[in-house]
């Protein structure tokens, strides 16, 4: 079985400062892992996707997350946060493109 | 707007009462997904097309869930003798198996479903 787990509910970071969204994943075979993030009243937007490729993987609007096998992590970082950062972001875990497991998500909170 | 539409945006209604909501995919996607997502929570797999051909469905929640492609383009979620639980948030999202590489779903907007 496949899942994720998103280690935080919640951040909070001041703007300008650096954002660190936690995810570990589990699957029994090579997985595709994602990023989305959903803005109020907003459809999810795709952040980023790892396919096995290279393991640092970047994103739109500056994010980045780094696939570590050993540690079953899939971390999402962004340098400096903006104000327009403010949003639910979802860890996603997908083995099969047709069985896509998200996480609880983690709602990030960006003080001015 | 060439993206994922879904209507109605909002839907209310009483139990009991029968709901359908539409999602029409990305013109050129062949594969098109329906999700639940409650409060607090990611979204949850219900169903999927490719084209026409309803592929996988043992995950609706109960047999009061159905879904249709006739045509392979829009597609509806049916919701017979609502329940309060069924309250939630309905996305759809759609893709395209013919590009290289991992297929990326794309969503829409959602429709939030209130049964009072």
């Known amino acids: 079985a496949q899942s994720v787990t998103q280690l935080d509910s919640h951040v909070s970071v001041s703007e300008g400062t650096p954002v660190l969204l936690r995810c570990n994943y589990s699957?029994?075979?090579?997985?595709?892992l994602f990023w989305y993030v959903q803005h109020p009243n907003k459809g999810l937007q795709l952040l980023l996707k790892y396919t096995s490729a290279a393991t640092l993987v970047k994103g739109i609007n500056g994010f980045e997350a780094e696939f570590k096998k050993s540690e079953t992590s899939f971390h999402l970082t962004k340098p400096s946060a903006h104000m327009s950062d403010a949003a639910e972001y979802f860890c996603v875990v997908s083995v099969d493109n047709n069985d896509m497991r998200f996480g609880a998500g983690t709602r990030l909170t960006v003080k001015p | 707007d060439t993206g994922v539409s879904q209507n109605p945006r909002h839907k209310i209604t009483k139990r009991g009462q029968n709901v359908t909501f539409r999602c029409d995919p990305i013109s050129e996607h062949n594969r098109l997904y329906w999700y639940r997502q409650t409060l607090g929570q990611g979204p949850e797999f219900l169903t999927y097309f490719q084209n026409e051909a309803q592929l996988e469905k043992s995950r609706l929640l109960s047999d009061r869930f159905s879904a249709e492609r006739p045509k392979g383009s829009f597609s509806t979620l049916e919701i017979q003798r609502t329940e309060q639980g069924d309250s939630a948030m309905y996305l759809c999202?759609?893709?395209?198996?013919?590009?290289?590489?991992?297929?990326?779903?794309?969503f829409g907007p959602g429709t939030r479903l209130t049964v009072l």
């Open positions: 699957s029994s075979y090579s997985p595709s």
């Open positions: 999202a759609s893709s395209s198996n013919r590009a290289t590489g991992t297929d990326t779903q794309y």
